[in-house]
């Protein structure tokens, strides 16, 4: 069993990861500029909606479940 201060420790470090990884997509797509580059964003979030696999991917995600399982799978 970890100790809580490893524990929060190796959490927070996940969570940080995750949340600024998602910031970054975000930024991008909101700093598109050119019709082409929206288009490029918007079809690449059509993409993984249209895939069952893609869509829960990117829910696990969104939602920081996937950072608590890998801060788990380092433990």
């Avoid at 524990?7 to 909101?30: A, D, F, K, M, W």
């Avoid at 050119?34 to 069952?52: C, G, Q, S, W, Y």
């Amino acid at each position: 069993m970890l100790f809580p201060t490893t524990l929060v420790r190796q959490r927070r470090t996940v969570n940080l990861e995750y949340v600024q990884e998602g910031s970054i997509r975000n930024l991008r797509r909101l700093a598109a500029k050119t019709v082409e580059e929206r288009r490029r964003n918007f079809d690449e979030l059509r993409r993984i909606a249209a895939a069952p696999e893609g869509m829960r991917q990117f829910l696990l995600v969104s939602s920081m479940i996937a950072s608590v399982r890998r801060a788990e799978a380092i433990a």
